[in-house]
């Protein structure tokens, strides 16, 4: 390949430089899919990518996967805006989560390119999925297998909704909220490009367990939620103008901290359409 990518030495996460992201071939683009399987996110620094070339950029790596719940950017409406008011006490995506995992396809990956950074933090903390199942002990590995999961976007979009039988929810609010039914996936999946084994619940979407009730999920879903957060699987990457951050959905978490009160923050995000999961 025509690039360089370099680990960064955590359990996640390589940087890649010798490339510019604004002219990449079909080559540069199947490798970057490969080198983001295996190392689960790809940080780029010193690129100036244009919204039109974020977009001929994420179409190299494959298609793309409009998000209902963001505000779009309203001259380019597959760019989904990330924006942090001074006046936010909350910023999107403060709890660990993995995007569109409600859906029966999830996506892909993510490419958040930063377009306006506060003047302190800001960062974004990703974890590898990998080495949190490769943590846990045979016995639990055993118990999981065969255990699949239950996702929601009413879970985190519409706060309290997934309480609700899902016949009474889809029909009171099926005219206001772009909410699809709820999927089951594969507790845990064989990642479509490394093969390898990844955990896939997240805090975020994920409700209970296919065929349990939600009283008798919480605690192992808790335990998996604070596993999968254990510091020796994270990587926390630092923004800066021209940054680039591409993260593989099926095998990390990811994260936005919230520790720059009173500033603003806008990055441009689009995500790339996936396939369903298997175990």
């Avoid at 100036?48 to 179409?59: G, M, N, T």
Wanted: some cysteine; glycine content about 8%; charged content about 20%.
């Amino acid at each position: 390949m025509s690039f360089t990518v370099t680990p960064t030495g955590a359990a996640l996460g390589a940087f890649v430089s010798d490339i510019r992201l604004s002219e990449i071939g079909a080559a540069e683009g199947r490798g970057l899919i490969e080198a983001l399987g295996e190392h689960g996110v790809l940080f780029f620094r010193g690129q100036e990518l244009s919204p039109a070339e974020h977009i001929a950029f994420a179409r190299s790596l494959g298609e793309i996967d409009t998000n209902a719940f963001f505000a779009p950017n309203e001259d380019f409406p597959e760019i989904a805006e990330v924006r942090t008011r001074p006046e936010n006490a909350y910023v999107i995506g403060e709890a660990w989560h993995t995007d569109h995992s409600y859906e029966t396809a999830p996506a892909l990956g993510s490419i958040l390119v930063a377009r306006r950074l506060p003047s302190r933090g800001g960062d974004t903390a990703f974890s590898s999925m990998y080495a949190a199942y490769e943590a846990l002990s045979d016995g639990m590995k055993a118990t999981l297998g065969g255990l699949r999961a239950v996702h929601s976007s009413y879970e985190a979009f519409g706060v309290g909704l997934s309480k609700l039988p899902e016949s009474e929810r889809n029909e009171r609010f099926k005219d206001s909220y772009p909410f699809g039914p709820d999927v089951v996936h594969p507790v845990v999946i064989s990642h479509p490009v490394s093969g390898r084994a990844a955990l896939y619940v997240n805090r975020s979407f994920t409700t209970r367990f296919d065929e349990w009730t939600v009283h008798e999920s919480r605690p192992l879903l808790e335990f998996l939620f604070e596993h999968g957060a254990s510091v020796e699987f994270t990587y926390r990457f630092r923004w800066a103008p021209g940054s680039v951050a591409i993260w593989d959905n099926r095998c990390t978490w990811h994260k936005a901290l919230n520790d720059y009160r009173g500033e603003s923050r806008l990055m441009h995000r689009i995500t790339l359409k996936g396939c369903a999961l298997a175990a």
